[in-house]
């Protein structure tokens, strides 16, 4: 029996990507690194800040790589000032809400980011929970995340489903045991597909979000 509805933040819930990518190019640009969608889609999308600048300056200490990580998403907030909901988001959380679902959030955003982001978005009430990967020591793909969200809404893998974006949220879900829908708004349909995911949704408008509901409720 479906108890309760889980969401990723970036790219699930808003469109993000374009704000990060142009944060990160202009950041990275200060040390003569010049990113494309590939670079972005491989070495920084989904993954924590940590795991970002590891890869990419493996030389910083770690004093060093929050610094710049701080940075980054100084500038990300000054300039996601705009931020949307994804169509038809909105309608989906109310009858989330209204059906009496637990909500979950499972972000590898930062403490600040999430908050800025819930506050643009009028949904800084709404989760019944909030996981920060930060904040309990371990990021997606691990299924930590996803793990400890499950305890602390005291329900089982199999009462929840999931919606992400990303491969390493994705991955994160489904290895916690949770079917999981793949929110096609930062990556092709069909990867996300290959990664096992039970549908694949352009935003929460798609009929099929619907039908689907209805048939594992």
């Given amino acids: 029996m479906l108890k309760a509805i889980l969401f990723d933040l970036d790219g699930t819930?808003?469109?993000t990507d374009p704000f990060h990518y142009q944060t990160w190019a202009n950041v990275l640009a200060t040390y003569q690194i010049t990113i494309d969608s590939s670079f972005y889609k491989t070495h920084i999308s989904g993954k924590t800040n940590?795991?970002?600048?590891?890869?990419?300056?493996?030389?910083?200490?770690?004093?060093?790589?929050?610094?710049?990580?701080?940075?980054?998403?100084?500038?990300?907030r000054e300039l996601a000032v705009n931020?949307?909901?994804?169509?038809?988001?909105?309608?989906?959380?109310?009858?989330?809400k209204k059906q009496s679902f637990k909500t979950g959030l499972v972000?590898?955003?930062?403490?600040?980011?999430?908050?800025f982001m819930l506050k643009?978005?009028?949904?800084?009430?709404y989760f019944d929970q909030v996981i920060l990967s930060d904040e309990i020591g371990i990021g997606k793909p691990d299924p930590a995340p996803y793990q400890y969200c499950l305890?602390?809404?005291?329900?089982?893998?199999?009462?929840?489903?999931?919606?992400?974006d990303s491969p390493s949220g994705i991955r994160s879900a489904i290895a916690a045991g949770i079917e999981t829908i793949g929110v096609a708004s930062t990556h092709e349909p069909?990867?996300?597909?290959?990664?096992?995911?039970?549908?694949?949704i352009e935003d929460f408008n798609n009929s099929a979000l619907g039908a689907y509901l209805q048939k594992i409720e």
């Fill in 83 to 96: 931020l949307e909901p994804l169509e038809g988001l909105n309608d989906f959380l109310y009858w989330v």
């Fill in 190 to 200: 069909k990867i996300l597909t290959d990664l096992g995911v039970a549908l694949v």
């Fill in 50 to 76: 940590a795991e970002i600048v590891k890869d990419i300056f493996p030389h910083f200490s770690a004093k060093e790589g929050l610094k710049l990580a701080n940075l980054k998403e100084s500038k990300f």
């Fill in 151 to 164: 305890n602390q809404l005291n329900i089982l893998a199999e009462e929840a489903i999931a919606f992400e």
């Fill in 13 to 15: 819930l808003t469109n």
């Fill in 107 to 115: 972000t590898n955003a930062p403490r600040e980011n999430t908050d």
């Fill in 120 to 125: 643009m978005l009028n949904l800084s009430d």
